[in-house]
């Protein structure tokens, strides 16, 4: 069974940072990318960042220069990091992963997501 776990969500002031984490397990793939997505409320869910299995990244242009996205392929993880946060950066943030290895920007195109993580950026 696939699980992904993130964890590193909370409360931030403007300009501040975050750093988010999901934890993979029960993946059958030896090698698959991996994605941050965001949905506001009442908006459907957006790109974010991706990553490959090794280390190749994409990012929606409103966070870039601002968040990293990096993974521990030992671990099974994969990290976001937010800097200079914005009120708009305010969503849940979900973590997934593709079953093959490349940078994708849709949501369709992965096959398993996290809970989600609640990010809150006060102004």
């Known amino acids: 069974q696939v699980q992904l776990v993130e964890s590193g969500g909370g409360s931030a002031q403007s300009g501040g940072s975050l750093r988010l984490s999901c934890a993979a397990s029960?993946?059958?793939?030896?090698?698959?990318?991996m994605g941050w997505f965001l949905q506001a409320p009442g908006k459907e869910r957006e790109f974010v960042a991706a990553i490959t299995w090794g280390g190749s990244t994409y990012y929606v242009d409103s966070v870039k220069g601002r968040f990293t996205i990096s993974r521990d392929n030992a671990k099974n993880t994969v990290y976001l990091q937010m800097n200079s946060l914005k009120p708009d950066d305010t969503a849940v943030y979900y973590c997934?992963?593709?079953?093959?290895?490349?940078?994708?920007?849709?949501?369709?195109?992965?096959?398993?997501w996290g809970q989600g993580t609640q990010v809150t950026v006060s102004s």
């Open positions: 997934a992963a593709a079953t093959t290895n490349y940078l994708y920007v849709r949501a369709t195109e992965y096959a398993y």
């Open positions: 029960g993946l059958t793939s030896s090698r698959y990318g």
